[in-house]
């Protein structure tokens, strides 16, 4: 499976099963409906009911122990946030669900995996750059899975991966609203691609 989240920032119901779709047969298996979107529930659940069988479908940009549980109610399993909530950690996990925390310094990096994190998403990675990534790296325990987002993509997959990056959370680079499902596919298509270069 690649490591790499699309993030369907804007998405709405009625399109959100196309888009998901998509993106799957394009070889992305892990999709997040960020919860600032337009009825983000919605999707959620229309995405799971069509998709849920062959990837992994959650939310970004969760924020409290409610929406938590509101994804989990619409069939998400995936929580991604911007920031480290020891609440919002324990209560994913509580549920069964996967938790990345967004995390910048290794005080937020220690706190999210003793809270029971799964991985940790780097955000916002252009301001840490590859360089801080090595730095944070060494001092955390061996297999943590780290994903940068916010300034990775195609163009520097391969610096990043080199920098100990596992994976890439990947907005505006696939998704933004206006685009139609074609255009998203062929977008998929490419940070795909990319992203196979760079593991060569």
Known sequence: MRSLIAILRGVTPSEATDMCGAIIDAGITRIEVPLNSPDPFSSIAAMVAAHGHRAEIGAGTVLTVEDVQAVYAAGGTLIVSPNMDADVIAKTKALGMNSW??????????????????????????????????ALRAVLPKGTQVYAVGGAGADNFAEWMNASADGFGIGSAIYKPGRTVDEVAQTAADIVAAYDAATQ
């Not at 910048?104 to 301001?127: C, S, V």
């Open 101 to 134: 925390p967004g995390v910048f310094t290794p005080t937020e990096a220690f706190a999210a995996l003793k809270n029971g994190a799964d991985g940790l998403k780097i955000f916002p990675a252009e301001m840490m750059g590859p360089q801080g990534l090595k």
